[in-house]
């Protein structure tokens, strides 16, 4: 069984489209993140989220926002795509408590063109 | 920026060899964590090493870490083919929500 899992895996839109990407995990975390991964390979943090706490990174543009129905699920809503916004986007969870490993999805390819 | 910057950003060996990488970050950490990331993947989680400790070993991985100069160190003894990938270290500091900060990442070949 997948422990985190995202759809879609690949995603290609247009400028100025709205999009969504999903994610699961079937582990019983509590907290869940988001992260990007651009040409280079940096990982950039973008969300970490639990049931009592949003933590934003600064950088992220306000056309990102994270939602979350449950715990189990924290999904990546993107307004008004622009060309810079292509990358990896990386869906992740893992306990609240200090030291222990997250769990990553398989990633979603986003193109904007 | 980055909490965490590996070293080298990308190691060529042969297999059967050793492969060192480092890393070093900025801020005090509840623990340092390696991931993998083969091409066109997630990451996976390798092993954890907390604040208080300065050497762990799992299988054929060593990892260190020197508080003190902040910086951490992954040795992959006997390298094989598929041992090729990218490899991360990540940064714990909790507030009161966790997260992982990622370095730069090393690209490691293991050639056959």
């Known amino acids: 069984d997948t422990a985190v899992s995202q759809t879609p895996k690949y995603l290609v839109t247009q400028m100025g489209n709205d999009k969504s990407i999903k994610c699961e995990q079937n582990?019983?975390?509590?907290?869940m993140y988001w992260y990007k991964q651009d040409s280079k390979k940096f990982l950039k943090i973008m969300f970490s989220?639990?049931?009592?706490?949003?933590?934003i990174n600064e950088t992220v543009p306000n056309r990102f926002s994270p939602k979350s129905p449950d715990k189990a699920h924290l999904n990546l809503h993107i307004n008004s795509l622009e060309l810079g916004d292509s990358a990896v986007y990386f869906c992740?969870?893992?306990?609240?408590?200090?030291?222990?490993?997250?769990?990553f999805g398989q990633g979603t390819r986003l193109t904007v063109v | 920026s980055q909490q965490g910057e590996e070293d080298p950003q990308a190691l060529s060996i042969q297999e059967g060899e050793n492969a060192t990488m480092n890393c070093s970050y900025k801020?005090?950490?509840?623990?340092l964590q390696w991931y993998r990331q083969n091409s066109g993947r997630g990451l996976v989680h390798l092993i954890l090493?907390?604040?208080?400790?300065r050497e762990k070993h799992s299988g054929r991985l060593r990892v260190t870490l020197d508080t003190s100069k902040k910086s951490s160190s992954l040795l992959i003894t006997a390298s094989r083919a598929a041992d090729t990938a990218s490899y991360f270290c990540a940064t714990d500091f909790t507030g009161s929500a966790r997260q992982l900060t990622f370095g730069s990442g090393t690209q490691l070949t293991v050639l056959p």
């Open positions: 090493i907390r604040s208080n400790e």
């Open positions: 582990l019983g975390h509590d907290t």
């Open positions: 992740a969870s893992s306990h609240r408590h200090q030291n222990t490993e997250a769990f």
């Open positions: 801020t005090s950490i509840n623990n």
């Open positions: 989220y639990n049931n009592k706490e949003l933590i």
